[in-house]
């Protein structure tokens, strides 16, 4: 029962590091729209969502083959060790 609590625990930290950045990334982003939608009293909703969107999105596309690396690597792991798993180790 090792081997899946530590595949576990490294599927929470994998799950972690690759939504972490992107969520701070769009709470920046939304926090900026916010205070410039307060400064200006603009209260468009598609002001607001627009420019979470094309950040996120360009942070999915920058960073996307390293977290589908990330997940790959996780995903031949869990294969490797799928044998210990059914046998209980």
Known sequence: MESLAGL???TLILAAVLCV???VVATGVGTA????QAATQIQEQ????LPKLLAVG???AFFGAFALGLCSSLFTEVI??????VRGE
Do not use: D, N, Y
């Open 8 to 10: 576990m625990r490294e």
């Open 46 to 49: 598609t002001l607001a969502l």
């Open 21 to 23: 950045p992107v969520l």
């Open 58 to 60: 360009t942070m999915i």
């Open 80 to 85: 490797a060790s799928l044998p210990q798993i």
């Open 33 to 36: 729209v916010a205070v410039l």
